[in-house]
């Protein structure tokens, strides 16, 4: 069974930091694209970061372009999501997403895996 495990969120100030971690079990990742997306209260879920296999190439969305970080560790199957200088506006369930088509694949039906999301809120 294919699982991928989200954790790292919680609550922080703006201007804190946070590091998100996406393990996955069940089958290997590490020749894929992989992607974090995020949904805030009433929205829909909206692309933020993703990554090639090897980690060499990442793609942003623009609100947090010089912020976020997006990482991989290919050996422990796991992906990370540095988020820096956080703002009350990053506040949103945060879901990693495995198998993309493309190291730039911003949409959902691009990736074939799921997490169950970790809750990341930014008080002002």
Not at 19 to 34: D, H
């Amino acid at each position: 069974q294919v699982q991928l495990v989200e954790s790292g969120g919680g609550l922080v100030q703006a201007g804190g930091s946070l590091r998100l971690s996406c393990a996955a079990s069940g089958r290997t990742f590490s020749n894929y694209p992989m992607g974090w997306f995020r949904q805030a209260p009433g929205k829909e879920r909206e692309f933020v970061a993703s990554i090639n296999w090897s980690g060499v190439y990442t793609y942003y969305t623009d609100s947090v372009k010089g912020r976020f970080t997006i990482s991989r560790d290919n050996a422990k199957n796991t992906v990370y999501l540095q988020m820096n200088s956080l703002k009350p506006e990053d506040t949103a369930v945060y879901y990693c997403a495995g198998k993309g088509k493309n190291w730039q694949a911003t949409r959902q039906s691009d990736y074939d895996y799921w997490g169950q999301g970790t809750q990341v809120t930014v008080s002002s």
